[in-house]
């Protein structure tokens, strides 16, 4: 019998984005909760495409989520923008640099850990701030790379390519299940996710319940709101992710 058979698992991932999770979920015969807490929207304002017209002026692109990368491929697309041949990417992880990939690039730079602070520091480590970088996020995304390109005194420009929008339609029904402790773990692939459970839901009724964090970025932001037992895989993806989730149960709930 699989670790995770008879178990509740709450996926709190965007609906287009939870497929893989879900299924190796399910294949570890666990019984899948979806409710989508965040949903995602390219943000193309006339200032993006001004900036993006001018992107030969840029040495380095940065990108820390996948969701970055997706939103500047729509926007150089939807404004008929070609990629300048000398321009160099920088990308946060393997997820990352998997999705920078399936655009046809190769990442020039990806970091020891998939952490924005680390990212900046390794970086600067490698390379002379004498570039000019363009730093696409999202709108909710952390200002430590900000502060590494201050600190450094580096030419930069971010865009904001895309929203993060926290979606409420589920409250009563997570509500309805917490209340019946019919939810064996929690899991949360970003901070946003760990923000829209926490304004959904007191987290003194659910701090007792497992919460499964993609990586140490999420993990703090379930830590600040309120969860007591918080795990991390050792290895920042899904499958690993799912692989800390099972063996939590097969060791008995340790």
């Known amino acids: ?3 995770l058979t008879g178990r509740t698992v709450l996926v709190t991932r965007g609906k287009t984005q939870a497929a893989s999770m ?4 399910e294949r570890q015969g666990g019984n899948v909760i979806h409710t989508p807490l965040v949903t995602f929207q390219v943000n193309n304002t006339r ?6 017209i001018q992107l030969h002026d840029y040495d380095w692109v940065f990108f820390t989520s996948s969701n970055g990368v997706k939103f500047f491929f729509t926007i150089l697309n939807d404004i008929n ?3 300048p041949v000398n321009l160099r990417f920088a990308v946060v992880g393997e997820k990352t640099e998997r999705t920078l990939e399936k655009y046809g690039y190769q990442a020039d730079f990806v970091p020891s850990s998939f ?3 680390k990212m ?3 970086f600067f480590e490698r390379f002379e701030p004498s570039m000019s970088i363009l730093y696409v996020r999202g709108n909710r995304s952390k200002d430590d790379l900000i502060d590494n390109f201050k600190e450094q005194q580096v ?10 929008l926290l979606v409420k339609n589920d409250k009563h029904k997570i509500e309805k299940l917490v209340e019946n402790g019919e939810i064996d773990a929690l899991t949360f ?4 996710t760990v923000e829209a459970f926490s304004e959904m839901i007191e987290i003194d009724d659910v701090c007792s319940i497992p919460c499964f964090c993609i990586g140490p970025t999420t993990a703090s932001e379930a830590e600040a709101a309120g969860f007591r037992h918080i795990f991390i895989p050792e290895s920042y993806t899904i499958d690993h992710m799912v692989d800390s989730l099972s063996q939590y149960f097969q060791e008995g709930e340790r």
């Open 1 to 3: 019998m699989s670790s």
């Open 155 to 164: 030419f930069f420009q971010t865009i904001t390519a895309y929203d993060t």
């Open 189 to 192: 692939t970003s901070p946003s």
């Open 115 to 117: 952490k924005g602070s």
């Open 47 to 52: 200032e993006n495409q001004r900036i993006l």
């Open 81 to 83: 923008i070609e990629v």
């Open 22 to 25: 879900v299924h190796a979920i």
């Open 120 to 122: 900046g520091k390794e």
